[in-house]
């Protein structure tokens, strides 16, 4: 596997206490899936960052990474769609194609999430309750926290049906907000603007949270895109990690 190239979100580019990335399509045919990154690393900046990946399956779990390498093992195997840290030195990843990627990095606790977004996971919350196991677990206060919005399907080409519609209606996100209609039973859903509604929910200031609002339909020539071209295999590593040599000894 080839490094791919990973997009920066402006604000953090001067950020030397984490490393994250958005990943994108590989040259050529390749189509890495989530399981070619497994028990590999991230490099960035000068450091290697053993990789942590759940298994994805649309819901709404948030599971505390506590550092313990022993089990990475265990975390590719445990199903969840938003990993939390505070430990320097290991990457949270989530791979993504179309679903909407989500770094969040408290700077004042020192703690760093990931959540992976799809309608399911969007529609229960999934980032809002990453934000509240912060809180919950490591005191963060949401007002230090910033988020960061990748690349997925924009409200340009995400048609959606009736059972979605249904399903952000009973988590009470104003469906008005996040999505328009587009003839008899159908809408153009905007993921952005559903999780945006959810951080700023959760206590995130608005400044505080910046989106790429790259389409990756639309650029399928630039990412992996599942309703364009890739529903077999190709899968964008999207990543975040506190860095080990930013730690300042005590004292
Ligand atoms: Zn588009």
New binding site residues.
Partial sequence: MSEPRFLQVEFWKGECRIAHGFGTRQPGDKKPSRMDWKGKTVSAGGEIFPLLSLRQVHGDRVVYADGNLQKAEDFWQMEGDALITRTPGIALGVFTADCLPILLYDPIGKAAGIVHAGWRGSARGISRKAVEKMKELFQTRSSDLWAALGPC??????EVDEPVRRAFSSENIPWDLISRPRGEGKWMLDLYEANRFLLEGAGILKEKIQALKI?????ADAFYSYRNADKIGGRQLNFIALRKDSEVPPG
Avoid: F, V
Wanted: proline fraction near 9%.
């Fill in positions: 399907i924009g409200p340009c080409c995400y389409c990756t339909s639309c650029r």
